[in-house]
């Protein structure tokens, strides 16, 4: 079985090399093997030579020869849901969609931010009835 705090380590390690404010969003290992990283960056966005520096800095050091496994890095999605504190900073000031605990749908401002609540501002749509005039 694949060593999950190994596979972790040779993340960092290749995040701490290439220093680009980089960070680990999740790590799965499934029964089949099949390793999938997500990851992003606190200010702009993850490039392909970033996944794949470190895609490569795991592959090189595991033996496939004592277990085989596939291998998939890549960026947070914008249709995946903010899942660490780093995503709900990057994304202060912007518009968001945000659904409760609940599943009641929010959107609008994300304003304030820190590690046990965040801030939204939501506007309301006003409803105007159409007058006719003759």
Known sequence: MLDKNKIKELIAERIKEINS???LIELQISNGN???VEIDKVDGYVSI???MSISRN???NLDRDMEDFA???SSAGLDKPFRHLNQYKKNEG???KIKTFDQKEYEGILS???S?????EVSKKVREKKKNVM
Do not use: A, G, M
């Open 21 to 23: 404010n980089i960070y």
């Open 34 to 36: 099949n390793i999938n």
């Open 49 to 51: 030579k970033e996944c």
């Open 58 to 60: 795991v592959e090189h």
């Open 71 to 73: 291998l998939n890095v």
């Open 94 to 96: 912007k518009k968001v």
């Open 112 to 114: 304030k931010i820190n």
């Open 116 to 120: 046990s609540d965040i801030t939204l």
